[in-house]
């Protein structure tokens, strides 16, 4: 998989068509600007790089031009996270994972879904 590094002005916009779907600039501008005051002209800028980049897709068949993400949300993660294991972790999506889980207070919940998760890795061993 090519690395995927959307830039953090870059990523915002993606929670934004993550979380709302299909998006006009307008739209993607009104949520950013009430976070930090972006502007409009630079919502729309950024969106136009992104379809460059191939982050989002446009429909142009309207005159608002319409934005989605052109990726799952899971899959930028992965690839975000596969890139830091490679360049801090040597490679190491274990080392990863402990220092990130050394560092984070879980919950109940969170401790549950880690251990199918490990349970399963297992199984998938033995196997």
């Keep these: 998989m090519r690395s995927i590094r959307p830039t953090e002005a ?3 916009i993606l929670q934004v ?3 709302r779907g299909a998006c006009t600039v307008r739209d993607v501008h ?3 600007h009430r976070r930090d005051g972006t502007g409009y002209t630079t919502a729309l800028k950024l969106l136009q790089i992104m379809h ?4 989002v897709v446009r429909d142009d068949s309207q005159r608002a031009h319409v ?3 052109a990726l799952a ?3 930028v993660q992965r690839s975000l996270l596969s890139d830091l294991a490679e360049r801090l972790f040597d490679n190491s999506t ?3 994972a402990l220092e990130a889980l050394g560092n984070a207070r879980l919950s109940r919940r969170d401790l549950e879904r880690l251990r199918e998760l490990l349970q399963k890795h297992d199984d998938r061993e033995k196997s």
């Design 10 to 12: 870059e990523l915002e």
């Design 17 to 19: 068509l993550w979380e």
């Design 30 to 32: 009104e949520v950013l």
């Design 52 to 55: 460059a980049k191939g982050l």
């Design 67 to 69: 934005y989605r993400a």
């Design 73 to 75: 949300k899971e899959k």
């Design 94 to 96: 274990s080392r990863l």
